[in-house]
């Protein structure tokens, strides 16, 4: 069966753009998380969206934000792009994400590089 | 809240040459314990999980953790490695039943197989 799929998988902006990225979770999850990955901080929490929900939310500024669509696919859009913002971004899919023992099933990542 | 250290951010080891990963957790209640690997340019996949039951835990590749309460630790061993062992590992936790609590992840240990 199909994995996670996550596009562009490459991209640049600049900073002050924004951005949107993609993530199609595998047939039959109803829970995506997505996560930022940097040299410095390492995975970092992002959000978590379950039937069109946002369940749970990290330490992010409102510039992060996300969204998840009717067949589970989700979006994250970051405005205001700042150079920090330079980062693997991973989604993440489980079958429901309640009682901590589904697994996390990863996307290959979206690579942003803000210059 | 729960939190994880991986003690080395690095470790070289020859070809064939046992090595262990080190991974503590720091937590006030029960938890799920979780290795994952990310090869270079690639998303994170599932090594091994434990839930309950025998604290010596099989995974994919030959890798096994064991599951030390009194230490609270999880350390991820494998008895010969191969150089396609080359990676970065992560240590996760989780908290059962705990609803939308993400999965937090240690900062990674890069393990570099030298032929």
């Known amino acids: 069966k199909a994995g996670v799929t996550q596009t562009p998988r490459y991209l640049i902006k600049t900073r002050g753009q924004q951005v949107t990225l993609s993530c199609s979770p595998i047939?039959?999850?109803?829970?995506v998380s997505w996560y930022q990955q940097t040299p410095g901080q390492g995975l970092q929490f992002l959000f978590e969206y379950f039937s069109e929900t946002q369940r749970n939310k990290g330490n992010f500024p409102g510039r992060f934000s996300g969204r998840q669509f009717s067949n589970s696919r989700s979006e994250m859009n970051v405005s205001t792009l700042e150079l920090g913002d330079s980062a693997l971004y991973l989604c993440?899919?489980?079958?429901?994400?309640?009682?901590?023992?589904?697994?996390?099933?990863f996307g290959a990542g979206s690579r942003l590089t803000v210059l | 809240a729960q939190s994880v250290t991986q003690l080395d951010s690095q470790v070289p080891v020859f070809e064939e040459a046992p090595v262990e990963l080190r991974c503590n957790y720091s937590?006030?209640?029960?938890?799920?314990l979780f290795w994952y690997v990310q090869y270079p340019n690639q998303g994170l996949q599932l090594l091994l999980k434990y839930l309950s039951g025998s604290t010596l835990v099989k995974g994919i590749n030959g890798f096994e953790a064991e599951f030390n309460k009194s230490q609270t630790s999880f350390h991820l061993r494998k008895p010969s490695v191969h150089i396609s062992d080359t990676a970065e590992y992560f240590c996760?936790?989780?908290?059962?039943?705990?609803?939308?609590?993400?999965?937090?992840f240690g900062k990674g240990t890069r393990l570099s197989v030298i032929a």
């Open positions: 996760a936790v989780s908290v059962p039943n705990s609803g939308n609590t993400p999965l937090v």
């Open positions: 993440a899919s489980s079958l429901d994400g309640l009682s901590g023992a589904n697994v996390l099933t």
């Open positions: 047939s039959g999850h109803r829970s």
């Open positions: 937590s006030s209640v029960s938890v799920y």
